[in-house]
């Protein structure tokens, strides 16, 4: 499976405001009236995610630069843009690779990265999880030492707030993705 995210941004000289839900929206409407016939697609905010699974990877690749190129040239009709420097390919594979065919976005060529962050969650290309996992506890062991430094029993905040704060930060980190990794 190869996933390609970029970021949708607005040109400047077309919309000199804040975009609001709304365009979000139809931008989502939008995308989906595309005739995309070869993949599948998220969006989330001003993220677009796009996706194709198989397994051939040059076919991959050459189903995603057809359907990429359309949301490419829609996208500039509509006064958009995609972030070329915010966007990131994967392979998902647990197989070596020592060629993969060059994705292409306004004649920028997207890099492969071996781990990427998609709200908040880090998947690496062996989806093994490493590298989320260690992002996590490194996050969570944060959040621990300002609850352990709460904790002062002279001037200390209450356990019902550092409960919730633990409930709030910590708890929700650790549970929020879980079924992916799991």
Request: net charge positive.
């Amino acid at each position: 499976m190869v996933i390609v995210g970029a970021t949708i941004t607005l040109l400047k000289k077309t919309c000199p405001r804040e975009p609001s839900l709304v365009l979000y929206c139809l931008i989502y409407i939008y995308i989906s009236e595309f005739q995309l016939k070869h993949i599948s697609f998220g969006l989330y905010a001003d993220d677009l995610v796009i996706w194709k699974s198989g397994r051939n990877v040059t076919d991959l690749v050459k189903d995603l630069q057809q359907d990429i190129d359309i949301i490419s040239c829609f996208s500039e009709a509509l006064g958009l843009s995609i972030s070329t420097s915010k966007t990131k390919a994967i392979l998902f594979t647990r197989q070596r690779h020592s060629t993969i065919p060059n994705i292409v976005v306004n004649n920028s060529t997207i890099n492969y990265e071996s781990s990427v962050k998609l709200l908040g969650i880090v998947f690496d290309s062996k989806l093994r999880w490493h590298d989320h996992i260690k992002s996590l506890k490194k996050n969570i062991i944060q959040k621990l030492t300002l609850l352990k430094r709460l904790a002062n029993s002279k001037w200390g905040s209450s356990p019902k707030t550092m409960i919730d704060f633990y409930k709030v930060s910590i708890r929700a980190k650790m549970e929020y993705g879980i079924q992916f990794v799991c």
